[in-house]
Structure formats: structure tokens, C-alpha cells
């Protein structure tokens, strides 16, 4: 049976590992624990397990906490459009909070995201009905054209993103799901070209 090294502590440890087990052997004793880990493993292995483990549960508790702060944010948001009056406020508390959001979700991809924007969207065409002018007074091909030819100016998402909240955002309320979706297409297209290396 061999030391974990040569040093003069690892090789007195063996020793005194396998008399006492020869010992327990004659006399029919168990040991309450494995004494001989000094012998068998260095202390650096024995000793990052634990840590390795603590590390990947603090992780796993950190994204439940963020998880939940998320679908907070999200509830409290949606039952505060519920109370809102007008458009114009309701169009204000986006602007304001379009950054503090960022934090909370993984891109306008996250589901979270997705369903604070339904939300906002249609809360936004209760308020604006009736109020604001319809589909029809909309020239959706002159939107289509200039959203297209101003993304075309664009070196990177967050113009991109900038283009989208200035030109499209305005009229969400009035634009059809299948008009909206389009558009959404159209910038994530984009997109991904700015962010695809040449």
C-alpha cells in the first residue's frame, strides 16, 4: 500500500492506518470513520469537492431569486397597466422603464419579456380606441419602407433597437398582430446581421 507522497507525515499516516485496521481485524472491532484520508487523498481533493458543490447551488439559488424577481416584475407591471387611465401615461412608464427592465430578462426573446409586451400592447389599444386614428389612416407600406431603409443605416443592435422604439413603437396600438409580427421579423433580421461578423 503506497503513500499518497513520500513526505514523512503521508508515510507515518499509512503505517498507523493499516495497524489499526490489522488491529480491529483480530479484534472484530468496526471504525466509526475512515481515518486514513491523510494517507489516501490530499487534502486539496478532499477539501474542493464541497466547495465546488457550494458554488453550483449558490448559481442554481441565485437564477431562482432573479427567476422570481422577474415574474414579479412582470405581475406588478401588468396589474398596474390594468389601472392606467390614458395612453399617454401608460406610453410613458415604457420609455422610463425600458432600461431598469433590461436587467430582468434575457433579451426581447425571453418569454417573461414577450409577455409584458402583449400586455403593454394591448392595454395600449383599449386606452387609444377610439382615440387615436385607426389602421386605415396609417400608411403601412410608408412605414414598412422607411423602418426598412433607416434599419439599413444601422451599425449595431442598440440602433437598431433605437430605430424600432422611435418608428414603430408609436403606432403598436393601432398595428395588427400579423402587421406587428411582421415588422418584429424584420428587425431581428437586422439584427442579426449587424451582430454576424463580415
Not at 458543490?53 to 401588468?78: F, G, H, L, P, S
Request: proline share 5%.
Amino acid at each position: 500500500m503506497n503513500a499518497a507522497n513520500e513526505t514523512p507525515h503521508a508515510i507515518g499516516s499509512t503505517i498507523t492506518y493499516l495497524r489499526r485496521y490489522a488491529a480491529m481485524c483480530f479484534t472484530g472491532l468496526a471504525p466509526e470513520e475512515d481515518d486514513g484520508n491523510a494517507a489516501s487523498l490530499p487534502a486539496t481533493e478532499s477539501s474542493q469537492e464541497p466547495s465546488n458543490e457550494r458554488n453550483i447551488d449558490d448559481e442554481r439559488q441565485a437564477i431562482e431569486r432573479a427567476n422570481k424577481a422577474a415574474r414579479k416584475y412582470v405581475d406588478d407591471a401588468i396589474a398596474w397597466f390594468a389601472k392606467v387611465a390614458d395612453a399617454d401615461t401608460l406610453s410613458a412608464w415604457w420609455k422610463r422603464e425600458r432600461e431598469p427592465m433590461g436587467k430582468h430578462f434575457a433579451g426581447k426573446e425571453d418569454p417573461l419579456y414577450a409577455e409584458l409586451r402583449k400586455a403593454f400592447v394591448d392595454r395600449g389599444a383599449a386606452l387609444t380606441e377610439g382615440a387615436k386614428p385607426s389602421i386605415a389612416n396609417i400608411d403601412v407600406e410608408k412605414l414598412f419602407n422607411q423602418f426598412r431603409d433607416d434599419l439599413k443605416l444601422a451599425a449595431d443592435e442598440a440602433s437598431c433597437n433605437a430605430i424600432y422604439a422611435s418608428l414603430i413603437e408609436p403606432h403598436e396600438a393601432q398595428l395588427s398582430s400579423d402587421t406587428m409580427g411582421e415588422l418584429t421579423a424584420i428587425l431581428h433580421d437586422r439584427v442579426d446581421r449587424v451582430n454576424t461578423p463580415q
